[in-house]
Nanobody
Framework: QVQLVESGGGLVRPRGSLRLSCKAS????????MGWYRQAPGKQRELVAS???????NYADSVKDRFAVFRDNAKNTVYLRMNALKPEDTAVYYC?????????WGEGTLVTVSS
């Protein structure tokens, strides 16, 4: 059974930084593209960054040049480095495959950007 567990969220001031981690159990990780998604209050979940199995990366325009996605296949972990955070980045952040598989959604990790 596949499980994805996100961590690293918290409260951060505007222009601050955070690094999120997503640990995957099961055998999906190394062969799948992985994505970081977020859902802000009252909004739909959106894909903000993705990384293929060969580390080709894509970013939403709203986070380009501020966020960076990395993966460590040996550790079954994908990371999201977030710099220059803005209040509008406040959301619950999730990882999943790209495209997402419904059964793999975890609880996410909350990022709050506020002074």
């Amino acid at each position: 059974q596949v499980q994805l567990v996100e961590s690293g969220g918290g409260l951060v001031r505007p222009r601050g930084s955070l690094r999120l981690s997503c640990k995957a159990s099961g055998s999906i990780f190394s062969s799948h593209s992985m994505g970081w998604y977020r859902q802000a209050p009252g909004k739909q979940r959106e894909l903000v960054a993705s990384i293929t199995s060969t580390s080709i990366k894509n970013y939403a325009d709203s986070v380009k040049d501020r966020f960076a996605v990395f993966r460590d296949n040996a550790k079954n972990t994908v990371y999201l480095r977030m710099n220059a955070l803005k209040p509008e980045d406040t959301a619950v952040y999730y990882c999943n495959t790209d495209p997402p598989i419904m059964e793999y959604w975890g609880e996410g990790t909350l990022v709050t950007v506020s002074s």
